[in-house]
């Protein structure tokens, strides 16, 4: 992939609803789930039950000049919380105690391990090559996170607790140890595909298929961000550094891979070229503001996103895996147990399922964005399709 083909990303603003209405949502939302979770929490306070309070999307509300949750990679609509409320972590509460805030990068695809190793009580199925889901053996350790975060070495200027997960770009200090974890920010991979035929202001074809590749660097205070709660010497520094790089592709759904899952992004489309966004938050650019993947020429690659090109596309990261295959292949360490298989077996059936879907409700594309009717469809199961 060379310089000239990558094109800034082109922004689509969408016609925001009041911001009146959208705040009196939101709140309503947050008085629904605080109200949940008091019942909740009250009713069981001295039993086992563990609850955790997340989402699977934020919402933009006029952020940017956007509504709802697709067609872009800002940090308000991927950046959930994520507040987990067990047994001992309860009473200690009652001593006055302010909830552990843990710089710990995850996404929703590590909570089912979770869940999995708080009913075990342990973590021993990450060595069990025939255990259901050790396909996500790999995945980042909430239970880690939790159970063997260091209160004195969690916070800047150290790393915090040990991630598996590791890009190839450095902390900004990296003198605490010589493990790659004490060395390498840790990443999260966001995509979304809620517009199956995304077409520009003007009509034309436009790259649809997003996916944001998002390092945190918790050795760096950046003071133009929000200030992380409960954490004692960083309440006037801010939240932390890192970066950001956002890519958008066209995702042809009548190509001859179409019987087999996954379909991937084509970045070397010339008549649908891809789009690409960078932030650095370890320059201060917290709010995502402006577009830094270009040097000041708007010709070349800028330095800060350079990195981040070379470890999305190739296996320069610390994982020996190229960081973008991770959407689309799963990571099954030469496996062939049955549960693989299983696994294997599901995905694509919920692919057939989606392509289906598109063709009976003619959102099939073409390799330049275009809808194109495959006349396969064999049903009006989705006859109520808009």
Not at 185 to 198: A, G, R, S
Not at 253 to 273: E, K, M
Not at 304 to 330: C, H, K, M, R, W
Request: aromatic letters at 12%.
């Amino acid at each position: 992939m060379s310089p000239a083909s990558m094109k800034p990303h082109r922004k689509i603003l969408l016609t925001a609803h009041p911001a009146r209405r959208i705040i009196r949502r939101c709140e309503a939302w947050i008085e629904a789930a605080r109200r949940s979770r008091a019942a909740l929490v009250g009713a069981q306070q001295g039993g086992g039950t563990s609850v955790i309070f997340t989402s699977d999307h934020g919402e933009y509300a006029g952020s940017h000049g956007l509504r709802n949750k697709g067609g872009a990679l800002y940090e308000e609509a991927i950046n959930v919380p994520l507040i987990i409320s067990f047994p001992s972590a309860r009473s200690a509460s009652k001593t006055g105690a302010y909830p552990f805030v843990i710089p710990y990068a995850c996404s929703s695809v590590d909570l089912l391990p979770f869940l999995y190793t708080l009913g075990l009580g342990n973590e021993l199925w990450r060595n069990n090559t025939d255990d259901m889901i050790y396909y996500l053996y790999g995945r980042e350790s909430i239970w880690d996170g939790i159970f063997t975060a260091n209160n004195n070495l969690s916070y800047y200027p150290y790393p915090g607790v040990q991630h598996r997960r590791l890009s190839g770009i450095g902390l900004n200090n990296n003198t605490t140890g010589s493990n790659n974890w004490q060395l390498y920010q840790p990443f999260v991979l966001h995509t979304t595909d809620e517009i199956p035929v995304f077409n520009d202001a003007n009509g034309n074809a436009g790259p649809g298929h997003a996916v944001a590749f998002r390092t945190v660097d918790q050795t760096y205070q950046n003071p133009n961000s929000t200030p992380i709660y409960g954490q004692s010497g960083r309440n006037s520094y801010g939240g932390y550094g890192g970066g950001k790089l956002g890519a958008y592709t066209i995702w042809n759904t009548s190509n001859n891979n179409l019987n087999n899952a996954p379909i991937i992004g084509d970045y070397t489309s010339s008549s649908v070229p891809p789009d690409y966004e960078f932030y650095t938050y370890s320059s201060g650019n917290a709010a995502e503001a402006g577009n830094q993947f270009w040097d000041s020429n708007n010709n070349t690659v800028s330095a800060a996103a350079s990195p981040y090109v070379d470890d999305f596309f190739n296996t320069g990261n610390n994982t020996n895996v190229v960081i973008q295959d991770e959407l689309y292949l799963l990571n099954t360490s030469g496996s062939s147990s049955n549960t693989i298989q299983q696994v294997q077996n599901a995905i694509q059936t919920a692919f057939n399922n989606y392509i289906s879907y598109l063709d009976c409700t003619g959102q099939i594309t073409d390799g330049n964005g275009n809808t194109h009717n495959s006349n396969t469809c064999a049903s009006n199961m989705y006859s109520d399709h808009p």
